[in-house]
């Protein structure tokens, strides 16, 4: 804990989020907000049993570059990979059933990003919110649905 203070003069001045995160075996879920503003952040592994990535969960990460979502997850909630901004790649797993809006928005990096294959239905792409794929610089990304 003490790597992670910055102190000036005798006095804390802030406190440095680490650059790699493990969230342990025996979490569930990752709650609303959980790693919001984490600009620190570059790569996270999330452990099976792992089922929701709750709202805001990695917006503004902006330097995360690797996250891999594990299968048991089936609910990605809105805004929660929003504007990280070094990610080039994503795969959802198959057991996702929802995806919130503005989910991947502005993800200046991304060239593509792994589907299920049951998305490309019209019925299913329902269950992904509104914008969920928009703000891409330059293009939208090559999406594969697997």
Known sequence: MEDSLVID???VVAFKLPEHVTIPEGVTSIGDEAFYNSHNLISVTIPEGVTRIGKYAFNWCSRLESIIIPDGVTSIGRYAFK???????MTIP??????GEWAFFNLARLTSIRLPK????????????????QGYCPADPIRIYE
């Open 94 to 99: 198959d057991s996702v059933t929802s995806i």
């Open 83 to 89: 504007d990280c901004l070094a990610l080039e790649s």
């Open 118 to 133: 049951k998305f490309q239905s019209s019925e299913e792409r329902q269950r992904i919110g509104l914008h969920v794929y």
């Open 9 to 11: 003069n005798n006095e």
